[in-house]
T-cell receptor, first 112, second 117 residues
Framework: QKEVEQNSGPLSVPEGAIASLNCTYS??????FFWYRQYSGKSPELIMS????GDKEDGRFTAQLNKASQYVSLLIRDSQPSDSATYLC????????????FGKGTMLLVSP | GAVVSQHPSRVICKSGTSVKIECRSL??????MFWYRQFPKKSLMLMAT?????????EQGVEKDKFLINHASLTLSTLTVTSAHPEDSSFYIC?????????????FGQGTRLTVV
C-alpha cells in the first residue's frame, strides 16, 4: 500500500524563523511530489511541486527531494503568522491519469 | 496556478433529498478528477477517481449508488449525493489533474460544505 507519512505536529515556530516540514513516501516509483497548504475550513492550495532530486525555490518556499531516501521537505523562510496552516505532502506518478497519495498533514503554528 | 471552480460552496438540504455538486476546470483540460470528503480536523479521504467518458473508480467503502459521479467532459465533473442523510454532512472537495507533460499538478476546487438536516 502506498503511503505518505508526515508528523502531525503542531510544529511551532516564532515569526521570522525557518519552518521545516518533512515527509517520507513508501512508493519508490513515485515521480512527482507536491506540497499543499490548507487553512482551517478551506480546501488545499498547491504551493510547490518538485520532480527531480535537489532543491527548488519559489519565494520564501524551498522544496527538497531526495529520491534515494524517499524523503521530501519544505522549508519556509521568514515564517509569518499567515503561514499558520496544515501542510499536506503528496506523491504520485507523473501522469494526469494517476491518483496522488496524500499525507495526513503537519499543522504549522507561527507565533508573532 | 490553474483554476478549478466548485459550486455550490455551501448547501443545506433536507434528509432524503439529493444534492449535486459541480466541479469545473476553467483553464485546462482535466484528464482526471478526484472527489474527496473531509471531516473536521481530519485528513482528506479519497472517495473516487473519474476520467472523462468512463465510469468512476470508487474507493473501498464508498457506495457508488449513493455518490453518483459523472465526468461528461474534460472540464466538468459532478458528484450527486443521493438520498442524503445527516451522516453525509461533510466538506466535499474536488481536484483536477492535467493530462501529461509538464502540467500534472493537481488543483483543488474551493470545496462544498454539505449540511443535511
Amino acid at each position: 500500500q502506498k503511503e505518505v507519512e508526515q508528523n502531525s505536529g503542531p510544529l511551532s515556530v516564532p515569526e521570522g524563523a525557518i519552518a521545516s516540514l518533512n515527509c517520507t513516501y513508501s512508493d519508490r516509483g513515485s515521480q512527482s511530489f507536491f506540497w499543499y497548504r490548507q487553512y482551517s475550513g478551506k480546501s488545499p492550495e498547491l504551493i510547490m511541486s518538485i520532480y527531480s532530486n535537489g532543491d527548488k525555490e519559489d519565494g520564501r518556499f524551498t522544496a527538497q527531494l531526495n529520491k534515494a531516501s524517499q524523503y521530501v521537505s519544505l522549508l519556509i523562510r521568514d515564517s509569518q503568522p499567515s503561514d499558520s496552516a496544515t501542510y499536506l505532502c503528496a506523491a504520485g506518478m507523473n501522469s494526469g491519469y494517476s491518483t496522488l497519495t496524500f499525507g495526513k498533514g503537519t499543522m504549522l503554528l507561527v507565533s508573532p | 496556478g490553474a483554476v478549478v471552480s466548485q459550486h455550490p460552496s455551501r448547501v443545506i438540504c433536507k434528509s432524503g433529498t439529493s444534492v449535486k455538486i459541480e466541479c469545473r476546470s476553467l483553464d485546462f483540460q482535466a484528464t482526471t478528477m478526484f472527489w474527496y470528503r473531509q471531516f473536521p480536523k481530519k485528513s482528506l479521504m479519497l472517495m473516487a477517481t473519474s476520467n472523462e467518458g468512463s465510469k468512476a473508480t470508487y474507493e473501498q467503502g464508498v457506495e457508488k449508488d449513493k455518490f453518483l459521479i459523472n465526468h461528461a467532459s474534460l472540464t466538468l465533473s459532478t458528484l450527486t449525493v443521493t438520498s442524503a442523510h445527516p451522516e453525509d454532512s461533510s466538506f466535499y472537495i474536488c481536484s483536477a489533474r492535467g493530462g501529461g507533460g509538464k502540467n500534472t499538478e493537481a488543483f483543488f476546487g474551493q470545496g462544498t460544505r454539505l449540511t443535511v438536516v
